[in-house]
């Protein structure tokens, strides 16, 4: 486009993350003409993945997961045509401080009763521990899903406290299952989001309970999407950056000013960009005329640390777990990324079959300042600490991503802040795992914010809005406890 070019697509779409490209899927679907802009050259945002300078692989910036109740990130794969993307994983590997690894694994029982046998079977915590635990599961379940909105407000660490949780049931189970989920201290999350996690990913049915891992490097999950934008008459534009929202007098926004002195201008707007992002793009005028753009500079944000591992095999794999959940420990999850090859003008000079793990630290407050190699020493100690037999395999090759600003501080004052999609301005919506999905901030809430924000223009447009996925029901005593 030239500056000043006259409107020639339909909607303009800043952010080309999980929650704009759901959204340009879904009006592209619907036959609308979409221009997706994104400052990254790469399709994907924080979701995505980027070649290892040292080995010319290609690494995910941080290991994405996804639970079966992820019905929407689930159903965008499927309109990618990526049907077999996602590898199931049912059984869920936990390292049990002893060098011996805990399974929890779905019985054939009625929810809840589905991971009873197992968890009592597991030896990471003591029966104390888990009485207390199933205490507080059972909470949970008397409260139904109405009943976990009467905490929002509340951090769940205090919830816990009320219901006397251990500090070492804490340790070993809930603190790691909130943090993973909500990548934040449990007394920094907000209760009611962390109710979800528990009711929806462990209590509600035998079905829900699962890892989901890509099979293939996340940028790759990504390429189908700009041959549908294109098919409609859209577009695809990498590395560009908005600069300004351009509105009227009426508080309208008209066009999109971007760094390199273009104004693109579509009937509707959809901006996915995030709060501290977003904030620069306007003036105080827009600001007071819409309340979803006030209070923006009050948004914190919480780091993710993700480490790449290439362990020398010579001697044998250094483990075949898909994954190992690690509680208690400066790293949260080890995953399995396979064996592999340097390539051979790898700068490592190492040729020979490599295995590569993938560490992750949620909400990652105590590692973001810390050097990459004071970081790779945690990362190597405490997994080869956490595997049994103390694997001594050497590292040929590690690598250190921070994402500092990775999602909102899901703490109970932000959640009060978050947005709903639509607002005063009807031409203006907002989408992204900050808005009010219901949802922590994941690539599931991301995705249903960016489906919420095309059915708007859907519906403004008086166009019919495509099908969307039901969510996971629950099952057995379960679904009469849950479904109040």
Not at 198 to 209: D, I, K, M
Not at 223 to 251: F, M, Y
Not at 366 to 392: F, K, M, N, Y
Request: hydrophobic share 40%.
């Amino acid at each position: 486009m030239t500056p000043n070019t006259p409107a020639n697509h339909d909607v303009l779409i800043l952010g080309a993350g999980l929650a704009g490209m759901a959204a340009a899927l879904r009006l592209a679907e619907r036959g609308l003409s979409v221009h997706l802009i994104e400052t990254r050259k790469r399709l994907g945002g924080r979701a995505s993945s980027f070649v290892d300078p040292a080995t010319d692989l290609v690494l995910d910036q941080c290991q994405h997961a996804v639970m079966p109740a992820c019905t929407h990130i689930l159903d965008l794969y499927n309109r990618l045509g990526l049907t077999d993307v996602i590898e199931w994983h049912y059984n869920i590997h936990f390292s049990d401080g002893r060098n011996a690894i805990d399974t929890l694994r779905v019985d054939p029982l009625p929810a809840p009763f589905h991971l009873t046998r197992s968890f009592l079977s597991m030896r990471g915590m003591s029966l104390g521990d888990k009485f207390a635990i199933a205490r507080g599961m059972s909470r949970m379940l008397a409260m139904g899903a109405s009943g976990r909105r009467r905490f929002r407000g509340t951090d769940i660490a205090s919830l816990l406290k009320a219901w006397k949780q251990p500090d070492s049931a804490r340790r070993r189970f809930w603190d790691v299952i909130i943090i993973s989920a909500c990548n934040e201290i449990p007394e920094n999350v907000d209760a009611e989001l962390a109710l979800k996690v528990f009711q929806e990913g462990f209590l509600a049915s035998p079905q829900s309970v699962g890892v989901g891992l890509p099979r293939i490097p996340l940028i790759d999950l990504y390429q189908p999407l700009e041959n549908s934008i294109k098919a409609a008459g859209g577009s695809v534009e990498l590395g560009t950056s908005a600069k300004r929202l351009l509105h009227n007098t009426e508080g309208c926004v008209t066009a999109v000013e971007t760094t390199d002195g273009r104004t693109l201008h579509a009937p509707t707007v959809i901006t996915t960009l995030p709060p501290d992002r977003l904030a620069k793009l306007i003036d105080p005028d827009l600001a007071d005329r819409d309340p979803r753009l006030r209070n923006l500079d009050q948004w914190t944000f919480s780091p993710i640390v993700a480490i790449h591992l290439f362990f020398d095999i010579s001697s044998g794999p250094i483990t075949k777990l898909p994954h190992l959940v690690t509680p208690d420990r400066p790293i949260d999850w080890v995953f399995n990324k396979g064996i592999t090859e340097l390539p051979p003008d790898a700068t490592t000079s190492h040729h020979d079959p490599v295995q590569h793990l993938h560490a992750l630290k949620s909400g990652a407050h105590d590692l973001v300042s810390l050097s990459a190699d004071e970081i790779l020493t945690i990362a190597e100690r405490e997994i080869r600490d956490a595997l049994p037999g103390h694997p001594q395999h050497p590292v040929i090759h590690g690598r250190v991503i921070k994402e500092k600003v990775a999602t909102f501080t899901a703490s109970p004052q932000l959640v009060h802040l978050r947005p709903s999609v639509t607002g005063p301005n009807a031409n203006l919506l907002l989408a992204g795992d900050w808005v009010d999905t219901g949802w922590p901030a994941t690539m599931e809430g991301a995705v249903r914010s960016g489906y919420d924000a095309a059915d708007a223009v859907l519906n403004q447009r008086n166009l019919a809005t495509l099908d969307r996925p039901d969510d996971m029901p629950a099952t057995g005593l379960s679904r009469l406890l849950l479904n109040r």
